[in-house]
């Protein structure tokens, strides 16, 4: 026996010695001989669960043609960019389904009357919701995908090795069991805390009910534009961009800085000059303090493309540039089964 | 990689990565594989080639925080695909599952400090895998040197090259180092020319300027004022456009005012 054969423990039953038949992921057996049951300590064991790719290559690129063209991305992109790659792609995702429950006492405060009293009333909540939470199970990477929600139509197939690239599985499952109870719990002490301005007290609960490792279908488009190489993933079921990267457009840019400057410049004069004309009246000092705070929200908001409009990022992307659309939440509450009560 | 045979019936037995169980394809066997003290090789192929990693590299340099010649002035003088070994360990500590990666080579290369193992298809290293050309990093570290101050019971262990681009280029006399991850085209690096937020702020603050005298004096003294908030546009815009302004790489053929 070579070294290499060691480490083979050939599967018998434990009652009658027969060989048994058993799958990854599997943890309970049974004997086809004596019809005994035996439960399997493997390390691993997670089920797993893939999913059917619905969209085909021309209809990613569509997507991502169309992409293109929003936002304030380089004017020519749509002419000029070439595709240089599109592969379909399997990523996995840790998936724990559990309900979520929360008990959180607090306040609400309330301005009354015609003195604009403060006002303190006492509310209680109750959380008990079901929550998908996912993470991805290796390291993101540039591919900006952390999350997913699978969308109703979406179609499992048995997990098995096709032709479609399947990235492994490199992150420590307890580890995100750990970390997907931690944040449905969270999200449920958040979701009654929702309406209190202030929280004095909460407890929380998960019971979960499914752990599974999901292959999930994208599409990895990569693109070339003046010789530099961007790109943009495309969901395998949806169809919609989830992440990527694009050029800028400098147009669009010194635009904002532009309008950014001159507004807010303009809007903190105007406020500034009320108040000195109407001599520190009630209604100067709103408008001022009100110009005060668009002028720095606008200010804020055009700079920020102005500064980083040179690279439009979508998705959990890393590095400096220009965020457009939103990051996948991790967590999801599932609406129809709910059973929350508020006080 | 050592070559598996089921041990009812002899035949070779295919053990994919990640796996705990493998059924034999011949007599139907099914087989636990224990890992526990085995050395495993997996290696991530590159799904990213030389020309995607140069422009990749590119749009890094065109980025908004580095410096603003960098994507015309930066020079390529050394560009290597190499596969970079790093070891995992999957250990049970205190009854959980916990994945530890430690460099299977001493390097001061950008991002492989962080021993992240980047996302990508493992495949079994052997004699039949294919490099593309790549230079196979050969381990100078063993694996015993880490085995003792390990916690808790292995699970499995196991040596994974992964891909990268190893690159270095000079910008204005100083030499730089970049690695690009093959297997998802992410940017590592240590040090970089970068951009100064300074040209940005002075733009914004003068057309801010303008406006906030219009915005004053158009109420206080004369509506005519106003015009400054206009004035205050324009003067961002046309400022502003020569900030983000880029300047042509020499080679696309454009002349440069």
Redesign the interface.
Same mark, same amino acid.
């Given at each position: 026996m070579s070294e290499a054969q060691k480490i083979l423990v050939s599967m018998t039953c434990p009652s009658c010695g027969g060989q048994v038949q058993c799958e990854e992921g599997e943890d309970l057996v049974l004997c086809k001989f004596c019809e005994s049951v035996f439960a399997l300590t493997t390390d691993e064991g997670a089920n797993k669960v893939m999913y059917k790719m619905t969209i085909d290559k021309d209809k990613a690129l569509a997507k991502v043609r169309d992409w293109w063209k929003g936002g304030p991305k380089a004017q020519d992109l749509a002419q000029t960019a070439q595709v240089t790659e599109a592969y379909p792609m399997y990523l996995p995702f840790w998936r724990l389904i559990a309900r979520g429950k929360a008990c959180v006492c607090g306040i609400e405060e309330e301005r009354r009357g015609k003195d604009n009293q403060k006002v303190e009333i006492p509310r209680e909540a109750l959380i008990n919701r079901q929550y998908i939470y996912s993470e991805i199970a290796c390291e993101t990477g540039d591919l900006g995908i952390q999350s997913i929600v699978i969308p109703e139509r979406a179609e499992a197939i048995s997990y098995d090795d096709q032709e479609i690239v399947t990235f492994g599985v490199t992150s420590s499952r307890d580890s995100a069991y750990e970390e997907g109870g931690r944040a449905i719990r969270q999200t449920a002490v958040e979701d009654g805390g929702a309406r209190m301005d202030k929280v004095y007290f909460s407890k929380s609960f998960f019971f979960p009910k499914a752990f599974t490792l999901v292959y999930y279908p994208f599409w990895i488009i990569r693109y070339s534009y003046e010789g530099r190489t961007y790109f943009a993933t495309v969901d395998g079921i949806t169809a919609h961009v989830v992440s990527g990267r694009a050029p800028g457009n400098a147009g669009s840019q010194s635009t904002a800085a532009g309008i950014g400057g001159a507004l807010s410049g303009g809007l903190a004069g105007l406020g500034i000059g009320l108040a000195i004309v109407t001599e520190g009246t009630d209604v100067g000092i709103g408008v001022l303090v009100v110009g005060i705070v668009a002028a720095i929200a606008l200010l804020g908001y055009f700079y920020n493309r102005f500064r980083y409009g040179d690279e439009i990022l979508i998705g959990a992307v890393n590095g400096k540039g220009l965020k457009s659309g939103r990051t996948q939440n991790k967590v999801q509450p599932v609406y129809n089964e709910t059973y929350d009560y508020f006080k | 990689m050592?070559?598996?045979?089921?041990?009812?019936c002899g035949a070779s037995?295919q053990v &994919? !990565?990640?796996?705990?169980?493998?059924?034999c394809s011949f007599c139907?066997?099914?087989?636990?594989?224990?890992?526990r003290?085995?050395l495993f090789f997996y290696l991530?192929p590159f799904?990213?080639d030389e020309?995607?990693? &140069?422009?990749?590299f =590119?749009?890094?340099t065109?980025?908004?925080?580095q410096a603003k010649d960098l994507e015309s002035s930066a020079n390529i003088t050394q560009f290597a695909k190499e596969f970079f070994p790093v070891f995992?360990f999957?250990r049970?500590v205190n009854g =959980?599952?916990? $994945?530890f990666a430690k460099p299977a080579k001493g390097t001061l290369l950008p991002g492989m400090q962080d021993l992240?193992?980047? !996302?990508?298809?493992?495949e079994i290293y052997d004699a039949n895998v294919s490099t593309k050309g790549a230079d196979v990093i050969q381990p100078d570290i063993a694996i015993d040197s880490y085995l003792p101050e390990l916690t808790g019971t292995p699970?499995d262990q196991a040596l994974v090259y992964f891909p990268i681009y190893e690159i270095t280029y000079t910008y204005k006399g100083a030499a730089y180092q970049a690695v690009i991850?093959g297997?998802?085209?992410?940017?590592y690096t240590t040090s970089s020319p970068t951009r100064s937020?300074g040209a940005?702020?002075a733009?914004?603050? *003068?057309?801010?300027?303008?406006?906030?005298?219009?915005?004053? *004096?158009?109420?206080?003294v004369n509506p005519i004022f106003?015009v400054l $908030?206009?004035?205050?546009?324009?003067?961002? =815009?046309? *400022?502003?456009?020569r $900030? $983000?302004?880029?300047q042509k790489?020499a080679d696309?053929g454009v002349k440069s005012e």
């Open positions: - | 050592p070559d598996f045979q089921c041990p009812k037995l &994919k !990565p990640g796996t705990q169980m493998a059924t139907g066997t099914v087989t636990y594989i224990d890992r003290s085995a991530l799904s990213i020309n995607a990693a &140069k422009g990749i =590119k749009r890094w065109a980025g908004p925080a995992r999957r049970t =959980k599952e916990t $994945v992240i193992i980047p !996302p990508g298809n493992i699970i991850d297997s998802s085209g992410a940017v937020s940005y702020i733009v914004m603050g *003068l057309a801010f300027t303008l406006g906030l005298l219009g915005g004053i *004096l158009g109420i206080m106003f $908030v206009i004035a205050g546009f324009f003067a961002g =815009k046309l *400022l502003a456009a $900030v $983000v302004e880029r790489p696309a």
